[in-house]
T-cell receptor, first 112, second 115 residues
Framework: EDQVTQSPEALRLQEGESSSLNCSYTVSGLRGLFWYRQDPGKGPEFLFT???AGEEKEKERLKATLTKKESFLHITAPKPEDSATYLCAVQAADSSASKIIFGSGTRLSIRP | NAGVMQNPRHLVRRRGQEARLRCSPMKGHSHVYWYRQLPEEGLKFMVYLQKENIIDESGMPKERFSAEFPKEGPSILRIQQVVRGDSAAYFC?????????????FGPGTRLTVL
């Protein structure tokens, strides 16, 4: 069964303290891996799509990387406004519906 | 370019009533997806629709839930005879096509509370 597991569930960092969020996935074949940011009471906001192992994408203080089994979202020198829940999702190659499977997310809190 | 719009943002229903949730996709998008997010849980896929067609409803509960995306107007997620367990945030996403390379863009969600 296709599955997405994110760790840690919650992460508290001091402003400027870099770290990484992990997303492990099990799918029959990966069509795409997505990272979203979700603020309380709002819908997920798209960040990145990764398609193949070795691919990397960056946006401001965020960098997403992909291997055959997992993806990392690296956050460099975070600021309080980076506090949010970060969601990882995958689309399986045999998915005929373009549906994506989400992990439970990592709640990131950045202290000033 | 307006994003995905959902209304109402908050909906309160008593047990046994009907709930109707509406979703207008982004301009130029003809594919709509509905997801449900229970408290402290991840988003779960419910249904995928194109105009006038249900493509995949494998995530929809077998009873009381239905969805449509008519030729004109928004997509509707309908929940009949609501129960307390239906309380959740319901998100709609849209994409320009059903291509595997498409990104799904999400709306702000409708938070349903069943009393």
């Amino acid at each position: 069964e296709d599955q997405v597991t994110q760790s840690p569930e919650a992460l508290r960092l001091q402003e400027g303290e870099s770290s990484s969020l992990n997303c492990s996935y099990t799918v029959s074949g990966l069509r795409g891996l997505f990272w979203y940011r979700q603020d309380p009471g709002k819908g997920p906001e798209f960040l990145f799509t990764l398609y193949s192992a070795g691919e990397e994408k960056e946006k401001e203080r965020l960098k997403a990387t992909l291997t055959k089994k997992e993806s990392f979202l690296h956050i460099t020198a975070p600021k309080p406004e980076d506090s949010a829940t970060y969601l990882c999702a995958v689309q399986a190659a045999d998915s005929s519906a373009s549906k994506i499977i989400f992990g439970s997310g990592t709640r990131l809190s950045i202290r000033p | 370019n307006a994003g995905v719009m959902q209304n109402p943002r908050h909906l309160v229903r008593r047990r046994g009533q009907e709930a109707r949730l509406r979703c207008s996709p982004m301009k130029g998008h003809s594919h709509v997806y509905w997801y449900r997010q229970l408290p402290e849980e991840g988003l779960k896929f419910m249904v995928y629709l194109q105009k006038e067609n249900i493509i995949d409803e494998s995530g929809m509960p077998k009873e009381r839930f239905s969805a449509e995306f008519p030729k004109e107007g928004p997509s509707i997620l309908r929940i009949q005879q609501v129960v307390r367990g239906d309380s959740a945030a319901y998100f709609c996403a849209s994409s320009p096509s059903g291509s595997s390379t498409d990104t799904q863009y999400f709306g702000p969600g409708t938070r349903l509370t069943v009393l």
